[in-house]
């Protein structure tokens, strides 16, 4: 029995002193991880330096920032200044007399117009639009509707002649125009909101192709 308890008395005192053991070096660990930190910041308040870089480092990036928007905003104004430029040039050096072909394909309709002009002014005008259902993305009962709405607006108008036809799946609208002897009224009167002058001035051929080649069409 004295035996015994010895033993319990042993173990009882190695676990206390364990304990303890672990209680020291818990209490210094804290201490140190103090003694860090306090170090730490001793060292931050010792180099002012090193706060004052990241802050210049900071600022320069903004500084970046502003300087590459501002480069792009005058890469921009600059295009659009060539483009200006480059229009202006095209106008001044097109023909006053002759004919020309312009076309574009664009969501499934392609179109293609001819100008017939002299001294700059348009007085005959040869366009075909051609629609294609499948690319379009709409039924050929949609695109039927579509082309005799057209062909309404201008069928038996004095100076139009309008024609609509169906091949190979595609539907065709044909439009002759002579601008000396169109009856703006009755256009007017059909379609006033693409046509809302009775008296519209001579079309020029210079601003005739102005507008086709902002709307994407190319010179053939």
Known sequence: MN????????????????????QNNSAQTTQAAQETTQANNKQSKLNPA??????????????????STDNQ?????????NNTKSNQQNSNSLPKDGEAVYKL??????????????????YQQDAVFAFNPKEMGKTE????QIVKKRHS???????????????????????????NNID???????????HPSENPPALKYSDAVKSRLEEGYVKQ
């Open 3 to 22: 035996k015994h308890l010895k033993i319990s008395v042993a173990l009882l005192s190695s676990v206390f002193v364990l304990a303890a053991c672990g």
């Open 50 to 67: 090193t706060n004052n870089q990241s802050q210049e480092k900071t600022e320069d990036n903004q500084q970046n920032k502003e300087k």
């Open 73 to 81: 905003q005058n890469k921009k104004k600059s295009n659009q200044q």
């Open 105 to 122: 394909e664009k969501n499934g309709v392609t179109t293609s117009i001819k100008y017939y002009f002299k001294d700059d002014i348009v």
């Open 141 to 144: 009962e949609e695109v039927q």
């Open 153 to 179: 607006i201008y069928n038996g108008v004095k100076g139009f002649e309008s024609n609509i036809a169906r091949k190979n799946g595609i539907y065709y609208h044909t439009l002759k125009i002579d601008y």
């Open 184 to 194: 703006w009224k009755e256009l007017h009167k059909r379609d006033p909101e693409t």
